[in-house]
């Protein structure tokens, strides 16, 4: 079991930054990748973007490339998303998740979600 807690969400102006935190604990070690996810009212859960733990490739979707970046930390098995030039569409309940990967196979994780709301 891995049990995340995300913290940094809050209410900003657009073109403001902020940064978001996920810090996980339990079985990190089978971590084998982190991302964030968002879901704006009335639409689904959509992916905004990933880091591989070991070797750190991220991924992005295309609308947040450019001004946000995710980045981790190992000693403190925590990740972050770097949040630039936000954007009133950007607002959402963000969620932080984590994928294990072991010989029984693979799990996803999430955390309880932390909104950000960016006003124009």
């Known amino acids: 079991q891995v049990q995340l807690v995300e913290s940094g969400g809050g209410l900003v102006q657009a073109g403001d930054s902020l940064r978001l935190s996920c810090a996980a604990s339990?079985?990190?070690?089978?971590?084998?990748?982190m991302g964030w996810f968002r879901q704006a009212p009335g639409k689904e859960r959509e992916f905004v973007a990933r880091i591989i733990w070991s070797g750190g490739s991220t991924y992005y979707t295309d609308s947040v490339k450019g001004r946000f970046t995710i980045s981790r930390d190992f000693a403190k098995n925590t990740v972050y998303l770097h949040m630039n030039s936000l954007k009133p569409e950007d607002t959402a309940v963000y969620y932080c998740?984590?994928?294990?990967?072991?010989?029984?196979?693979?799990?996803?994780?999430w955390g309880q979600g932390t909104q950000v709301t960016v006003s124009s």
């Open positions: 998740a984590a994928r294990t990967t072991t010989i029984a196979g693979t799990n996803d994780y």
């Open positions: 339990g079985r990190t070690f089978s971590i084998s990748s």
